[in-house]
């Protein structure tokens, strides 16, 4: 898809700065400024470098453009600052901003047409930046263009004790370099500090200043009445590659996924293309893991194995999926997986109920799609810890009760996916026994039984195990008088909230519910919590519900799971609204309309990517992370269903 904005979507800095672009590295690294060429946030920059891949670190930050045509000077790129500097105007003379795979700005300027497009190297640290300047005008023109640094970890503003060191193209600051090639002059200006205003950080109750450092600048000069391509190339390491072949290489990849997708469906295809942004490389096991999200999130257990069944198996890459599950299987311990690698630190923590679960249920998805034995051989004994760990129980209070339900959680731990902590405030206290926990349980216990041959094991002890806790959650998650399931087991008010955790009883694999119950699920989720943009996580009705997202973290943290909307558990909601309606063409024709809003949805905020979160009562501007692994994965999963319906329609 080619996402255009034009001088209509930008008619102000504002309005230019809401949607941004994202290009991805495969190491952790990426790309993003807004449409306009600005930094809102502290996270954005043309290279932020990453090692592992939770080491990562913001390095040129942005680039200050100004063209000069005769006697008169304008710039190119837009910024707000801090202090008393005009903003940079460039959005002003922008034409059109355009995102296909990689991001393109048209300018006029008088009789010069100037284009930049922007490429991330994939594989490396390095990203490029091309201008194509054609002058049409009776004399020559110069661009000048000044780059800004951080050189701190991702998201850390300078300070300004710290100087650079700029010597024959390299930049030096605490440990780190910075090879800059460019085809016109290069050379060391005085170093200085611009004071920065970021937009969408000043929203959110973040930080809304930051310095960028400069120290050198490039030059060219175009004369009248000839083209040129001017080249820039930011990396990490040497290199004899130029930004015209980053820049080629970049698009023919982009172009690749697209071509590679297997759907029919172009928003389908799109998202297969922005998949592959969070597919990076996991240097502690040589292999591959997902990104759970930019531009805030690393790589974590949870989110991983929930965006792993659409961003790697739906699009087809079962050697990805292979490599990911290897990765988090090395990491097992005591019967989990780490939840969360920090930034920056070497210790993962482990603070999850669900991801090893989940990783039971990617591992029979793989199987599914390649009945490759070998590699259940090989995860079996891991499964089978896990199962064991959550039977006698494990760290954070995980263990099964006597009814072979699954508790999990005490104290401050939150261990759902539902972790806010706000110091000693637990805004979601779901300690207890969990219901998509234990509708993860249930599954799991059905699918080892059926894996069991493949590992030369008996699987009756795990059938004979999920009968229990079938019986046991039909019992004690159903309310009659509602029509729906518990939210948690904990004796508490939590009990009885109206949240979408319920969907995942209707959608994993192997289900307790008899078929009218999991439709009145079905129908209970979507009267009170289903938007077009996601699921509400708490019923509007509900005291507790907060309707907006957004100001200083902790009025942000009391709303994340306390009615904001989350794009992911679309998934799970239109799986189980496919399987409640029979799976029939009728269904899914159903669905298609309701998925009819996804390219829009692809357009705003980050140009083919879907977000995070959106404010819960009415869901508009997307909030969080600009650009969400598991929203992706989930809705592609959804399309990979329509298709595969339509097909068995189409040759009965």
């Not at 930008?10 to 949607?19: C, D, F, G, I, S």
């Not at 670190?57 to 710039?75: I, M, P, Q």
């Not at 263990?399 to 939150?414: E, F, P, T, V, Y």
Request: charged share 25%; aromatic share 10%.
């Amino acid at each position: 898809m080619r996402f255009v904005y034009d001088k209509g979507d930008m008619p102000t800095l504002e309005r230019a700065e809401e949607n941004c672009w994202l290009l991805a590295n495969g190491l952790g690294g990426y790309a993003s400024t807004s449409a306009a060429f600005s930094v809102s946030r502290c996270d954005q920059g043309l290279l932020i470098a990453a090692r592992s891949p939770n080491r990562r670190f913001g390095l040129v930050h942005r680039l200050s453009e100004a063209l000069t045509v005769g006697d008169k000077t304008v710039f190119l790129s837009s910024q707000r600052f801090a202090d008393n500097t005009p903003p940079e105007d460039g959005w002003r003379r922008l034409i059109a901003f355009t995102f296909d795979g990689v991001p393109m700005w048209d300018y006029e300027i008088g009789d010069v047409h100037v284009r930049r497009q922007v490429a991330a190297d994939h594989g490396s640290n390095r990203a490029a930046v091309v201008y194509t300047v054609e002058n049409r005008s009776a004399g020559d023109c110069t661009l000048r263009v000044t780059p800004s640094f951080h050189f701190t970890p991702k998201g850390e503003p300078p300070r300004k004790a710290v100087s650079l060191t700029f010597e024959n193209g390299v930049i030096h600051r605490d440990g780190l370099s910075l090879r800059i090639t460019a085809n016109g002059q290069l050379s060391a200006r005085p170093e200085r500090a611009e004071a920065l205003f970021y937009a969408h950080d000043a929203r959110d109750g973040r930080a809304e200043h930051g310095l960028g450092l400069i120290c050198c600048r490039a030059e060219w000069a175009v004369p009248a009445g000839e083209t040129r391509q001017l080249e820039l190339v930011f990396s990490t390491e040497p290199t004899e590659r130029t930004a015209g072949d980053i820049l080629r290489d970049c698009a023919a990849r982009q172009r690749a996924l697209l071509d590679s997708a297997p759907f029919r469906d172009p928003a389908a295809k799109e998202l297969v293309r922005a998949a592959d942004a969070y597919i990076a490389c996991r240097a502690s096991t040589n292999g591959k893991t997902i990104i759970a999200g930019y531009p805030f999130f690393g790589d974590w257990g949870r989110d991983t194995m929930i965006a792993l069944p659409g961003c790697a198996l739906a699009a087809g890459r079962y050697d990805t999926a292979k490599s990911i599950l290897r990765t988090f299987l090395a990491y097992e311990k005591d019967g989990l997986l780490p939840n969360l690698f920090p930034e920056g630190a070497e210790t993962p923590e482990y603070n999850s109920a669900d991801a090893p679960l989940l990783l039971i249920n990617g591992v029979w998805l793989y199987w599914q799609k390649t009945g490759d034995a070998d590699f259940i051989r090989e995860a079996w004994p891991v499964l089978t810890r896990i199962v064991r760990a959550y039977q006698s129980g494990t760290r954070y209070a995980i263990a099964m009760d006597d009814d072979g339900l699954i508790r999990a959680g005490s104290g401050l731990d939150q261990v759902t996916w539902m972790d806010v902590r706000i110091g000693d405030i637990l805004p979601t206290p779901r300690h207890g026994k969990p219901v998509e926990i234990n509708a993860y349980w249930y599954s799991d216990l059905r699918i080892m039984a059926r894996l069991a041959p493949a590992a030369g094991e008996d699987g009756a002890p795990f059938d004979r195990l999920a009968e229990r806790v079938k019986t046991s959650f039909n019992e004690k998650f159903w309310l009659p008088e509602r029509g729906c399931l518990k939210d948690v087991i904990s004796g508490t008010t939590a009990d009885t909230q109206l949240r979408c955790n319920q969907i995942w009883a209707v959608s994993m694999p192997f289900t307790m519910l008899p078929p009218e119950r999991e439709r009145m699920v079905v129908e209970a989720v979507e009267r009170s919590l289903y938007t077009g943009h996601g699921l509400r996580t708490l019923s509007p009705g509900d005291p507790e519900f907060h309707p907006t997202y957004g100001g200083p973290q902790k009025a942000r943290d009391l709303a994340y799971h306390q009615g904001t909307v989350w794009p992911f558990p679309l998934g799970g909601y239109y799986l189980a609204y496919l399987k409640v309606h029979g799976n029939t063409p009728e269904a899914a024709a159903r669905v298609r309309e309701k998925l009819s809003a996804m390219p829009a949805l692809l357009r705003e905020g980050c140009a083919g990517q879907l977000p995070e979160i959106y404010d819960g009562m009415d869901p508009g501007p997307s909030r969080g992370c600009f650009a969400q692994a598991w929203s992706v994965g989930e809705l592609l999963r959804v399309y990979e269903a329509l298709e595969q319906i339509e097909r068995e329609a189409d040759c009965p």
